[in-house]
């Protein structure tokens, strides 16, 4: 049974918060967001490919990664505005659907003691919109998803 | 006498929109934002020193720069998410006193003819909060004084 994640998306607000923990160490959190080759075994829905283009995740570092399921093919890239292993990230985030309309996200990764790490990720978008739709695409069950391959990957790399 | 400055801040949410017209060319315009020789020249309140610390205004590029008023400093740093010449930026802005409370920031240039431009400026802050205390610590007088340096710098580029 995964731990569970908490989304809140305040109405009328343009911010989506998402909480989960882990039973893991925040090191081992942290590497698979720092690793482009473990990124690929976790990040989005199950079912889907993950083909990395460019991933440097660090201080000034850019992203861009594309998610294929099936036909479709949907890209997403940014910048890391900062990036303190064990810490933060702050990133921009854009999906090139919607050219243009860029996120900042920031993900915190908090040790809880006892090979535990509590991840918080707040999102923040240019419009009440851009949130809305975002929430309407059904982000939730690619972060849920997401969040229990990151699970099986955790698991594994600890025995 | 100058252009208005136009600053809507609409109550409850993270958001600031600036627009202001220039009586230049847009690739005028743009060049004074993106060589730092010339962003050097008018960005800021007027008195205020500016040191150029790292100035890459291009996708991927990062930027610092220090303003100093007498004794105070204040430095603001980020990244750039895209930079389309003539068209727009989106970049990440810091200041560093309030660390990870990071903005995004889009400033869109549009050639209105005549060699006119108009800027539309959008940031986006991490909370309400953040966006209230950009707009109490000042930030108006900033920017009108800034572009009216502005107005300057170009007047004097075109003749």
Chains 1, 2 share one sequence.
Request: hydrophobic residues 35%.
């Amino acid at each position: 049974m995964s731990n569970p994640v908490t989304i809140t998306a305040p109405d009328g607000l343009p911010f989506i918060e998402i909480v989960r923990e882990f039973e893991a160490p925040v090191q081992a959190v942290y590497r698979a967001h720092e690793d482009p080759a473990l990124v690929q075994q976790w990040l989005g829905p199950k079912g889907y490919e993950m083909e990395i283009d460019q991933f440097e995740m660090r201080t000034g570092g850019r992203y861009r990664y594309l998610h294929r399921d099936g036909d479709a093919t949907y890209a997403f890239n940014g910048v890391v505005h900062v990036a303190r292993p064990n810490e933060v990230v702050i990133q921009t985030f854009e999906w090139e659907g919607a050219p243009d309309v860029v996120s900042i996200e920031s993900q915190t990764f908090e040790d809880l003691g006892g090979g535990r790490t509590r991840l918080t990720g707040r999102s923040v978008f240019p419009s009440v919109e851009a949130r809305d739709s975002m929430i309407d695409n059904g982000m939730e069950h690619g972060v849920v998803e997401g969040y229990e391959r990151l699970d099986d990957l955790l698991a594994a790399d600890q025995h």
